[in-house]
């Protein structure tokens, strides 16, 4: 069965730093992957995705990604954090064969002026 | 049009009510998705409509009645709430389905509060 798992529930970092935030799937094919935003009362809002191709991926805000089959991981990066981007963080898993996104239980993030 | 739509934003309610969420999309997607989000917790999938139809129920309990009455809009009726069904309540849509690779536009949600 899928499995997603964010191990790290709460992070704080200093605004202009820089950020990591892990995830590792358990899936027996190459899976779909996401990185999802919620801020607080909101939405999700798509980070980024990878299906297949260059591992390192690029999305929006200045996230970029990392596939690591050989990790089962796909972290997410970014070299300087602005206050605003304090928020939730989901990491997702998919597959060619549901519809179903099986979803992290998330890292939220705190950011210190 | 690129976003995902959703009414009301708050909703408090009495277990003896009906009430009924509301949620919308004109980007053409063909699928549309019902979550339940719990405080700090991922959200949880509850029903997913494929071309107007039911095509994914988690079990979810009856008191919760999905209705899909065409491809832009999807409505979630509510009867008989509990106080531990209060949570936000997302909906979401995907271009066709056929394999979760395609990204899920999410709108912002409706609060419920049941007493």
């Known amino acids: 069965a899928q499995s997603v798992t964010q191990p790290d529930i709460h992070i704080t970092v200093s605004e202009g730093a820089s950020l990591e935030l892990r995830c590792n799937y358990s899936?027996?094919?190459?899976?779909?992957l996401f990185w999802y935003v919620q801020s607080p009362g909101q939405g999700l809002q798509l980070l980024l995705k990878?299906?297949?191709?260059?591992?390192l991926v690029q999305g929006i805000k200045g996230f970029e990604a990392e596939f690591k089959r050989s990790q089962s991981s796909f972290n997410l990066r970014k070299p300087s954090v602005h206050w605003s981007d304090a928020a939730e963080y989901f990491c997702?898993?998919?597959?060619?064969?549901?519809?179903?996104?099986?979803f992290g239980t998330g890292t939220r993030l705190q950011v210190f002026p | 049009d690129t976003e995902v739509t959703q009414t009301p934003k708050h909703l408090v309610m009495g277990m003896t009510n009906k009430k009924s969420l509301k949620c919308e999309q004109h980007?053409?997607?063909?699928?549309m998705y019902w979550y339940k989000q719990k405080a700090k917790k991922p959200p949880e999938l509850m029903f997913v409509?494929?071309?107007?139809?039911?095509?994914i129920n988690e079990s979810v309990p009856s008191r919760f009645s999905p209705e899909c009455p065409n491809s832009s809009l999807l409505n979630l009726h509510l009867h008989a709430l509990q106080p531990e069904d209060s949570a936000l309540y997302l909906c979401?849509?995907?271009?066709?389905?056929?394999?979760?690779?395609?990204?899920?536009?999410f709108g912002p949600g409706t609060r419920l509060t049941v007493l």
């Open positions: 997702a898993v998919g597959s060619y064969n549901t519809d179903k996104l099986i």
């Open positions: 990878y299906f297949s191709g260059d591992t």
């Open positions: 980007m053409g997607h063909r699928a």
């Open positions: 409509y494929s071309y107007e139809k039911l095509s």
């Open positions: 899936y027996g094919a190459t899976p779909y």
């Open positions: 979401a849509s995907i271009p066709q389905t056929g394999g979760s690779y395609n990204e899920q536009f």
